[in-house]
């Protein structure tokens, strides 16, 4: 990592201002939220096993920003981590709804640096369902190595609000871990009798995707990724890296009891204890006493179909359809494979294994500096009527790659995200992809391999969701659409920490003639930095390479 990267940000106070951006003409007066946070190493035990988390005011999850439409964030940030630099990522940010926040750095997120924002619609608007409360659900893998580490295991425990439970007897000699200690007693969601609840739940995992399920209580699912979703129930939810959705649930069962809230590993073989919390029946039952029924074990974890069915389910709700333009100018398919460079693992796009040049793309497109990337055009394809999607590649090499995808500005695209077998014969993996500095459309999913004559004719033009994380399931597609309409560089990701490190990334650039003058404090090191554009600048200023990348995939 450079050591001028590192200076700037170490140390230093970091003015963040964040714009909730207005989509409705009816603005009523905007305010400005000011918060002050200091991010630091705290010992936490948050599942009863002692170690080192990231912390934001001494507390993981971080504090809930909560805003209006149309206002403004400012949040002053003081990195205390002393020896690494900090980076917050506004996930997502761009209409009401839920969304987090987390790091965008290294592996702080999953090391505890992440919170919820919510974001109400200005007054006198309606959302097209209703309910008496509110409550967040955050959701993370919890690891019990360094962040350096866990790109080689499988999560020790699974934690709801930051709490979670793990078997102290299986802790080494040495390492503090007390089952009775308070701080991993189970978070407890006390309900009325009778009552709705919006669940807002969001999934910070570095790998794992989850199933939400509440013992004995169907859930309505109203809005995914900030935007409303057309109701449909399920008994419980599968949430990937990086989504968030609102369910609503009533508090409608027998009251003389509590009821499990169980978090289960989908898409990969579980090797983590369910995660637990509960709904406490206020005020028919005492809040303190977990209930005595096993928790929800959630669906069977190689149940792809069940798992597309949901997708398939969150369309846009009928009265919030955002019409999607109706053909693409231009369309990219994307292979995702696993391969090997120098013997390493790493993850490809049409063999190209991403790496971010030492200088950000946006400085060296403004400043036309050359020689900080490969300029050629990113593959558009990959050999689409010979590859064998369904083997193990018999060369799995591939190459590292700096080159962007350079899209005319306000042109319509498609991205297909082709799945493929991994290293592993039959084998082929779970990936969210997440866009930033857009929404876009989901314009479907399939199985096997997408067949660019026929798939198209098969798109949701009518009523497609609009999200900024999707999935692609093993062996199968998604397509997505998006208008190229905001100038800028922007990450296009595999939200799987160790997989976007491993090369499983692409960039896009559209009207950066368009961005501003650079403010002189990206070039060089100032006391403090006053950002706009902060997803913008923050991601494309930071070296976002892994110190160690590591070179093992979890097994
Ligand atoms: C905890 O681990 C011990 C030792 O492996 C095992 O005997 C015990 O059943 C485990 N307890 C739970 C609740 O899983
Ligand atoms: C475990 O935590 C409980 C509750 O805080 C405390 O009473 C007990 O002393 C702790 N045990 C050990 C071994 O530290
Ligand atoms: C949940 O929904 C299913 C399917 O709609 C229904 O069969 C079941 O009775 C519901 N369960 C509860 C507890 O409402
Ligand atoms: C799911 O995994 C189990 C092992 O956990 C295996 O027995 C079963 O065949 C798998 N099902 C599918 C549909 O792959
Ligand atoms: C893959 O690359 C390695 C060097 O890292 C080389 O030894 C090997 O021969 C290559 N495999 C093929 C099939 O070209
Ligand atoms: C990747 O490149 C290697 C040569 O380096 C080639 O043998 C292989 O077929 C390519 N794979 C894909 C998916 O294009
Ligand atoms: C982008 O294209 C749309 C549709 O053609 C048009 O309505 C809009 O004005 C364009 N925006 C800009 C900034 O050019
Ligand atoms: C992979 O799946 C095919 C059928 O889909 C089967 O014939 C083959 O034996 C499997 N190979 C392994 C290594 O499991
Ligand atoms: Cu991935």
Known sequence: MSGRMLTMLMAQLLFLILHIICSTTLMVH??????????????????????????????????MIDAQQGDTVVVEVKNSLLTENLAIHWHGIRQPGTYIYHAHYGMQRSAGLNGLIRVTVPDGIAEPFTYDFDRSVILNDWWHQSTYEQATGLASSILINGRGRFNCSVAGAGEVCNATNP????????????????????????LSALNFEVEGHNMTVVEADGH???????????????????????ADRDPSRNYWIGVNVVARQPATPTGIAFLNYYPNHPRRSPPTATPPTGPVWNDTAYSIYQSVAVRAHPDHIHQPPAAADRTIILLNTQNKIDGHIRWSLNNVSFNFPHTPYLIALKEKLRDVFDESPAPETYDHNNYDMYSVASNPNSTIGTSIYRLEFNSTVDVILQNANTLTPNKSETHPWHLHGHDFWVLGYGSGKFDPETDPKGFNLVDPIMKNTVVLYPFGWTAIRFRADNPGVWAFHCHIESH?????????????ERVGELPDSIMGCEESNHLHEIDQWLFQELDLKFPSAPDREET
């Open 30 to 63: 905007a305010k400005e939220h000011f918060h002050k946070w200091e991010v630091s190493y705290q010992f936490k035990s948050p599942d009863c096993f002692r170690k080192l988390a990231v912390t934001i005011n001494g507390k993981t999850p971080g504090p």
């Open 183 to 206: 701080e991993c007693s189970p978070s407890v969601l006390t309900v009325v009798p009778g009552k709705t609840y919006r669940l807002r739940i969001a999934s910070i995992t570095s």
């Open 228 to 250: 409303y979703v057309r109701p449909f129930v399920v008994k419980n939810l599968n949430i990937y890296s990086g989504e968030t959705y609102s369910v609503l649930i009533t």
């Open 500 to 512: 976007f490190f491993m090369g499983m990334g692409a960039v896009f650039e559209e009207g950066v």
